[in-house]
């Protein structure tokens, strides 16, 4: 590869970023999308807007042995996006590549299951993380960038304000997860993230401008799974535990499509072999579900 190719590339993958950015699309789409755009530029060493479609067979093909089916799909929406919007020109040649609708069933624990894990965290802010993201069921997104105005203690609601498609929403704040999200702000008071990057002293944390690493959170999850003894499961399987446990409460789909923030009910119907459903109120069942749990906040 020489400089002028290089330097070409760079260009094209700028165009990129810009499209993205403008056309609103979240961090991780964003990140998704440049990916296929560097991936394919690494597998062939020039730069794609000269590749034929027989190249771009061959190129999945690769892709389709070594990676899974999301990695493909996200590959071709990325590359489509630039032949659209960057390159401009007609992308009918990503029907050469169509992966399947692959439905899964997610792995659901019960409620002791989650007690004991969460209860089983060493770290305080692990352990608090943990609880928040099951009680809210939130997306690990979303539960990190919660901050101390986000928290609506008077009203028991909590604002999520980065939720998936920039989509905001309120959710229920379990008793148990505002004494928690209170300890834990008691120990590092950031001025306003709830969970701050941990690193360094106490004063260096209370400065802290970004959250807790979600890769450090992932380890500890899945560590405690490990020590657990439980099926191996990741922290989005709280936010499918968390659904199903309040179907199995009685909660209706249509309050826990608003709580999960589903943009298509048929997302939220999914959990509907659980369980017969009736109307309750949303606080209570949460509040009932959760007051089942021990978590001791006075360990560090």
């Given at each position: 590869?020489?400089?002028a190719?290089?330097?070409?590339?760079?260009?094209?993958?700028?165009?990129?970023?810009?499209?993205?950015?403008?056309q609103g699309l979240s961090k991780s789409t964003i990140n998704s999308y440049s990916r296929a755009l560097r991936r394919v530029y690494s597998h062939f060493g020039c730069c794609p807007d000269i590749l034929?479609?027989?190249?771009?067979q061959d190129y999945f093909m690769a892709l389709v042995e070594s990676h899974s089916w999301s990695t493909v799909k996200a590959d071709r929406l990325g590359l489509q996006h630039f032949w659209?919007?960057?390159l401009k020109k007609n992308w009918q040649w990503v029907d050469i590549v169509k992966p399947p609708q692959v439905?899964?069933?997610?792995?659901?624990?019960?409620?002791?299951?989650?007690?004991?894990?969460?209860?089983?965290?060493?770290?305080?802010?692990?352990r608090v993380f943990l609880l928040t993201t099951y009680s809210m069921g939130l997306r690990l997104g979303e539960a990190l960038a919660l901050q101390v105005g986000d928290i609506d203690s008077e009203r028991r609601l909590v604002h999520i304000r980065r939720g998936k498609g920039h989509k905001a929403r309120l959710v229920p704040l379990p008793d148990l997860a505002l004494i928690g999200m209170r300890e834990l702000w008691k120990r590092h008071r950031h001025p306003y993230l709830l969970f701050p990057n941990p690193t360094g002293s106490i004063e260096t944390i209370r400065k802290a401008t970004s959250h807790m690493d979600r890769g450090g959170v992932q380890q500890a999850m899945k560590t405690v799974v490990a020590e657990c003894g439980i099926k191996k499961v990741s922290i989005?399987?709280?936010r499918h535990s968390f659904a199903t446990h309040l179907l199995e409460q009685g909660l209706s789909l249509r309050h826990i499509q608003a709580i999960l923030g589903h943009a298509n009910p048929n997302?939220?119907?999914?959990?509907?072999?659980?369980?017969?459903?009736?109307?309750?109120?949303?606080?209570?069942v949460i509040n009932n579900l959760m007051n089942s749990f021990r978590v001791d906040f006075r360990k560090v």
């Open positions: 590869m020489n400089q190719d290089s330097e070409r590339f760079n260009h094209f993958y700028q165009e990129q970023q810009k499209t993205l950015k403008l034929t479609p027989s190249q771009l659209k919007f960057v439905k899964t069933i997610p792995d659901i624990l019960t409620p002791s299951e989650i007690n004991r894990l969460i209860s089983a965290t060493r770290k305080l802010r692990y989005h399987s709280l997302t939220t119907a999914r959990y509907a072999h659980i369980t017969s459903v009736t109307e309750k109120d949303s606080m209570l």
